[in-house]
């Protein structure tokens, strides 16, 4: 067999080439070059000139690296150099042959001619990028003193390789002081109660001797059931150590077992997360327990603004950013929300603190103005104006301390100060019920910042209740579905003629697009409409386009395009508004698309290009569904 029929046959079963036809990898299999780069050979250099081939690796492979940060191995099959190739732009890498390597080598101008008359090859190649791109944040990953020593693991590392092994385990029957003894000979703070197929059953840390055998008076002859924690919070032994942080934070826990094959095998608590980065959010997290006034957490609260930059340069995903920055406000809500029980007096029924719109999606990065809300449970009648007394004044002390410990107020008064915004369970499914019986656009339009509510504070139990009952109303209203399959897919993208951006014209953002009324907000509106209409629970984007994907109401490939469009663009929100604040000036929602590279502005149309396949989905499949024969 030829050379070139080698190469052919080769070439065809590679994507993005395998997506050509084959008079067009014929022309590609024509002008590549084979190229041969011994063990240890630096092909591209970090800051260098940008990579003039698309490589292929025919034999060995070669790794991607940031200093001796290995970020990829790319083996056989696989291509490297795409986004200098892409973006004919300095090379973002070191990328280095990890064995004698040989490589087919497209030039750039053959995969220039590709882009534009292969709409598959140039999709494919665009995704590709996409994932790249919002996975590293290559330009700062040295240059960050953060991450100095062991201070990057908090982001590179995955949770098996922070977890302590082996894993002290007992069983149930294990006496609570047999217990103990083996945690003080083992010097852990705690042990996992195994079930009789070996699963984590329970935990005991040192916090339940201390609570709930110490100062409970326990017979420490008792099982050590009796005093254990059910269920363990678990993670899986390939999660990234960022997510472990997460889970942490948002449970409030210091502990969390890492499993393989569904057993458990390691433990990490947050003392070892604390002393990977001492600037971690977990540090933060554990600083606003020790806040005891408003004026301790207002500090805190101007603090945790530090940890955005520090995110930002690990390359963590805008929607995990998100989470994480949502993870910690929830915990300063929840202290403020002490201190005012705690001079009010104990809530005369239970409640639960909402949060409302970004919050509630759990998408907040830089602090915006509130948006909360109060459900408390059906009091009896003869107590009911008592009740609502108490939580009316309630509101208004909590939102004002709120205010006093850095969280804007809103000026539109969707806030728990605003009587109509504190209402029992009953007087919340009255208001869902109004929207949803006469959906007028401009009160359609109003409610949907409720729609996204979630509970952060008190008996959770009661914002659950409300979502099952707001998802079994939805179905009965074709109507109100048919306003909001509209508001889904009213604002088009940005995207003109021969695919041109459409930008301001004029005034203060001449020249410039906003990302969040043109770009993230029409993301947002079609990922809740698709939740609605299907029942879905989840309340983040990223969350609710995921649990469609995985019931079967969306397509693969939408959820996954709309997914990736998300991200990138409030990536590129997130940072160019933190550049902003450090230029000293107000952030705001607009862009230049001028001053994008050229990878970045292909990969925005991209994401724009997918927001309007989406909305024209929706048009076509749920008008026709929902309106009324």
Request: charged share 25%; proline share 7%; aromatic share 8%.
């Given at each position: ?6 190469a ?13 036809d ?69 090379s ?14 497209v ?56 977890a ?22 083992q ?8 079930g ?45 150590v ?19 094959a ?15 980065q ?11 327990e ?16 530090r ?47 909402l ?26 009648p ?5 009740v ?24 539109g ?39 996204d ?21 939805l ?44 770009g ?10 698709l ?73 925005l ?25």
């Amino acid at each position: 067999m030829s050379a070139q029929a080698v190469a052919l046959a080769f070439l065809s079963q590679v994507p993005p080439f395998r997506y050509l036809d084959r008079e067009a990898l014929a022309e590609v299999v024509g002008r590549a070059e084979v190229h041969f780069f011994p063990r240890g050979t630096r092909i591209l250099h970090r800051d260098g000139p940008p990579a003039p081939y698309l490589y292929v690796v025919e034999k060995g492979g070669v790794k991607k690296a940031v200093g001796d940060v290995t970020l990829e191995v790319v083996g056989e099959g696989e291509v490297f150099g795409v986004l200098s190739a892409l973006e004919g732009d300095r090379s973002r890498l070191d990328v280095i042959a990890v064995d004698d390597t040989v490589c087919y080598a497209v030039p750039r101008e053959v995969v220039e001619k590709l882009l534009e008359t292969q709409p598959q090859f140039a999709r494919y190649l665009y995704e590709f990028s996409i994932r790249r791109y919002l996975d590293w944040t290559l330009e700062e990953l040295e240059r960050a003193p953060a991450l100095a020593g062991s201070g990057r693991l908090i982001f590179t590392a995955r949770a098996r390789e922070v977890a302590r092994r082996p894993l002290v385990t007992c069983r149930p029957e294990t006496t609570i002081q047999e217990a103990a003894q083996l945690m003080t000979h083992q010097r852990v703070s705690s042990v996992v109660v195994l079930g009789p197929g070996d699963e984590a059953a329970g935990i005991v840390t040192d916090w339940d001797l201390r609570e709930r055998v110490v100062a409970a008076g326990r017979d420490i002859r008792q099982p050590v059931a009796k005093i254990m924690t059910s269920p363990v919070v678990t993670v899986d032994a390939d999660a990234p150590v960022y997510q472990v942080v997460s889970e942490m934070v948002r449970r409030g826990i210091h502990h969390i077992v890492v499993t393989e094959a569904g057993r458990p095998a390691g433990m990490i608590a947050g003392h070892d997360l604390i002393l990977l980065q001492g600037t971690s959010a977990l540090f933060v997290a554990r600083d606003i327990e020790r806040r005891h006034d408003l004026p301790g957490l207002r500090q805190v609260v101007a603090e945790s603004q530090r940890v955005v930059p520090f995110l930002l340069r690990q390359g963590i995903r805008a929607s995990e950013l998100g989470r994480l920055m949502t993870d910690i406000n929830d915990r300063i809500i929840g202290r403020v929300l002490e201190f005012t029980e705690a001079a009010l007096g104990p809530p005369p029924v239970p409640y639960c603190w909402l949060v409302l719109g970004s919050e509630g999606r759990r998408e907040q990065t830089f602090r915006t103005d509130q948006d909360n809300a109060i459900i408390y449970a059906d009091p009896p009648p003869d107590q009911a104006e008592a009740v609502r007394e108490y939580f009316l004044e309630f509101g208004r002390r909590a939102v004002a301390a709120l205010v006093e410990v850095g969280f804007p107020p809103c000026p539109g008064r969707y806030t728990a100060d605003n009587p109509e915004w504190v209402q029992s369970l009953s007087g919340w499914k009255t208001h869902f019920r109004r929207w949803v019986a006469t959906p007028e656009p401009e009160a359609v339009l109003n409610s949907l910042i409720y729609f996204d509510f979630r509970g952060v504070h008190g008996d959770l139990t009661l914002a659950d209740g409300l979502r099952l009952y707001v998802n079994h109303l939805l179905p009965a209203s074709p109507s109100f579905l048919v306003h909001l399959a509209w508001l889904s897919t009213k604002t088009p993208p940005p995207l003109g003629f021969l695919g041109r951006f459409i930008v301001e014209h004029s005034g203060e953002h001449r020249n410039s697009l906003d990302l969040k009324a043109r770009g993230t907000r029409p993301i947002v509106d079609l990922a809740r409409f698709l939740a609605l209409r299907h029942g879905v629970t989840e309340t983040s984007t990223v969350g609710r386009l995921e649990a469609l994907r995985e019931a079967g109401r969306v397509p693969e490939d939408l959820a996954e395009d709309l997914t990736q469009a998300f991200e990138f663009i409030l990536s590129l929100r997130i940072r160019a508004q933190w550049a902003e604040i450090q230029a000293g000036k107000t952030p705001d929602n607009f862009i230049d698309p001028g001053q994008l590279s050229a990878l970045e502005r292909s990969l925005l149309k991209e994401a724009f290009k997918a927001v309007g396949r989406t909305q024209a989905v929706v048009r076509q499949e749920y008008y026709a569904d929902l309106m009324p024969s």
